[in-house]
DNA sequence: AGTAGTGTTCGGCC
DNA sequence: TGGCCGAACACTAC
């Protein structure tokens, strides 16, 4: 469910709801009440990374789903709703891990550039940041969420197999054409994914991730959890290139 | 059947 | 003060 294109998906789904008032509202939360919903007209929905914002005239819904997260539109679930929203024209109900309530103006926030799924999103931005943290690991910078917000463990392996980089160079190592590159496969890999997950083949895209061969015929995968957010990483020693 | 995981936050401990 | 670590969350797929 998480990373960000899945979020992109979300929102085109409810695009429906824009414009509509709440006239129910419930669920098992206990992280923000769902009666302050009612009688209240969504204005927008928007997404910051991970982030689902459902947003009103003067507070905004933040919805992350964690790792378990789901949602289901107009159909019904097994599991007890965390929060859902009723409109006449049909109800969004929530699976998730977190729910806040945001009182404050989105812009003051949020650092939109830093999301790769966004209009505003700035590479050089993202580069400078990079240029700050040089002792930071490639893998672990790529997890960032204000570097590069809405990218998860997927897109961090598929990226570094594609720019031959290995998950353990250090940031401020990597040449700044290879950083380049890595920036921008990193949005283009966000919209493939978004693509991908539209069409239903998205597992059949990985290259690397949850892969056992590398696609070279350079043998096994090493598989390994590295870095300060100890998730896994799937590379191989021989195409990707270590920069210490 | 058991385990690891598309993720983040929080509290405790050096 | 801060960085590191494990737990918690709560469900699915292999």
């Avoid at 009723?86 to 929530?94: A, L, S």
């Avoid at 690991?137 to 790529?142: E, F, P, T, W």
């Avoid at 949005?187 to 991908?196: A, D, G, K, V």
Wanted: glycine residues 6%; charged residues 25%; aromatic residues 12%.
């Amino acid at each position: 469910m998480p990373e960000g294109p899945s979020m992109v998906i979300l929102k085109q789904a409810v695009e429906g709801f824009k414009g509509k008032k709440i006239i129910e509202a419930g669920g098992t939360t206990t992280q923000v009440d769902p009666l302050l919903f009612v009688n209240h007209t969504v204005t927008d929905f928007k997404t910051w990374g991970k982030h689902f914002l459902i947003c009103f005239k003067k507070f905004t819904i933040r919805i992350h789903f964690l790792l378990y997260g789901k949602y289901f539109i107009n159909e019904p679930s097994k599991s007890p709703a965390k929060l859902f929203l009723r409109f006449k024209n049909g109800e969004i109900h929530f699976s998730v891990g977190s729910i806040q309530l945001i009182e404050e103006p989105l812009d003051e926030i949020y650092d939109w550039s830093a999301d790769v799924m966004s209009d505003d999103w700035d590479p050089a931005a993202a580069a400078q940041k990079l240029k700050d943290k040089p002792k930071l690991l490639i893998c672990d910078a790529l997890m960032t969420q204000d570097i590069f917000s809405g990218v998860g463990n997927i897109i961090k392996n598929e990226v570094l197999y594609r720019c031959k980089v290995h998950p353990e160079s250090l940031t401020g190592a990597v040449p700044k054409a290879r950083l380049s590159k890595l920036i921008k496969e990193t949005r283009i890999y966000s919209f493939q994914f978004l693509e991908w997950k539209k069409a239903n083949v998205f597992a059949k895209h990985w290259i690397v991730y949850k892969q056992d061969m590398c696609p070279k015929g350079h043998g096994p995968l090493q598989v390994k959890v590295h870095g300060r957010f100890k998730r896994r990483t799937y590379y191989c020693e021989r195409c990707q290139q270590l920069f210490k």
